[in-house]
Every structure is written in C-alpha cells, then in structure tokens.
C-alpha cells in the first residue's frame, strides 16, 4: 500500500512528510508484529512445559537423549535450574526434540509417548542412557519406565510402535533447522535469544539474569 503512495521531488512537502512519517510508524509495527510472532513461534501457551506459563524468563532446550552435553544438562544444571528458577515462578523450561541420531529418535518418541508425564519420562531417559542406548530390547526397556511412572503400558508401546510418531520427531528437528537455526545440540533459547553450546549453571544463571533486567 506504501508504495503506491509516490509524490514528486518538493511537491507537497508538508504531506510528503506526513507519509514518511507513517511509513517509519508502519516499519515500526511490521517489526514488532515479526518479533512477537517470532516468541509465539518459539513457546507456544499449549506447549507441555515446566513451571509457571506467565513466567518473566522462557528457556527452551533444543535436546538431543544422546547428546553427552545435553546428558550433562540435565543430570546436573536443571535441577539446580528447577530448584532455583522453575518451582519459584521466574521460569518456564520447555524441552523440544533435535535428535541427533537414530536411537535419539526412538528414545524422543518414547518421551513423547509419555503425554503429561513428558518431562518425568526424560528425567528418567536421561538418568538411564546407559541402559538402553545399546540395548536390542530398547522397547521393552521403555515400556518398564513408562510403566513405572504409573502410563498405561498397552497405549504406551501402541503409541511406540507407530511409524508417524517416528515422521513427527524427525519433522520438528527439520523445523528447528529451518525456522530457529537450531544446527547442534544442545540449543537455548532465553526468552528468544539464542544460545549454544554447553553451560554450566553459574552460565545460565547470568543469562537469566541479563533477561529479568531487560524484561
């Protein structure tokens, strides 16, 4: 619409004005209406998350459940994330798949499978990679935790056994790539800030930070 709005050069200055001024008000909007469907892109309010949903920090994990880093994260950064930041209110933590191979796949749709119990199913993935990584019952392994968290055990392996959940884990990591330049893991996201690559707590902690003070 701006385009066609076209004046010659020192022709009606007073209006030519006007319009620039509109048109710096209307790059304005398109910016701030890009930015927030960027946040809403990246935490959706119906995403299965931890903690309160009108939190001031969300912190995304793009995760991989055989990623040593990310194996690392949450064996020894997010409880004390959990503890301090989580259960007090100041953050939402959602954790989104990007496997980065074949048996992470399989392990993602099992968290998946898990429904509401999602991040107690990978609390416990995480807590046991080493027995089930190489394991040639890995199905059987899964359904064991699934049912010892209290999810019913026939829906739960008809649930693994399904070839689509399978396209749907792969299709997220695609999206992560095309949309949120996720290239590794694992990947944060603070409150849509990027950033990659292993952190210790006192890290995220800093960065949750420089968030609350911007927010």
Request: proline letters at 2%; a neutral charge.
């Amino acid at each position: 619409m701006l385009e066609l709005l076209c004046f010659e050069k020192n022709k009606y200055p007073e209006i030519k004005e006007y319009i620039v001024k509109i048109s710096r008000n209307w790059m304005r909007l398109v910016i701030i209406v890009a930015v927030s469907n960027m946040m809403v892109s990246l935490a959706s309010s119906k995403e299965i998350s931890l903690g309160d949903a009108q939190a001031p920090v969300t912190f995304i994990e793009y995760g991989s459940l055989t990623c040593d880093y990310c194996i690392s994260f949450h064996r020894n950064v997010l409880p004390r994330v959990k503890k301090h930041y989580i259960d007090t209110g100041s953050v939402r933590f959602v954790f989104r798949h990007f496997p980065t191979s074949d048996v992470a796949i399989h392990a993602a749709v099992a968290a998946q499978c898990a429904g509401e119990k999602y991040y107690e199913m990978l609390d416990e993935l995480y807590s046991t990679v080493s027995g089930w990584y190489k394991a040639e019952n890995r199905n059987s392994i899964f359904v064991q935790q699934a049912t010892s968290l209290g999810i019913d055990s026939e829906m739960f392996e008809s649930c693994l056994n399904e070839t689509r959940n399978f396209a749907d884990i792969v299709n997220q990591r695609q999206t992560a790539k095309n949309n949120h330049d996720v290239t590794g893991t694992p990947t944060f996201f603070i409150n849509g800030k990027i950033v990659r690559g292993k952190k210790s707590f006192s890290e995220i902690k800093a960065l949750f930070s420089e968030a609350l003070v911007i927010k």
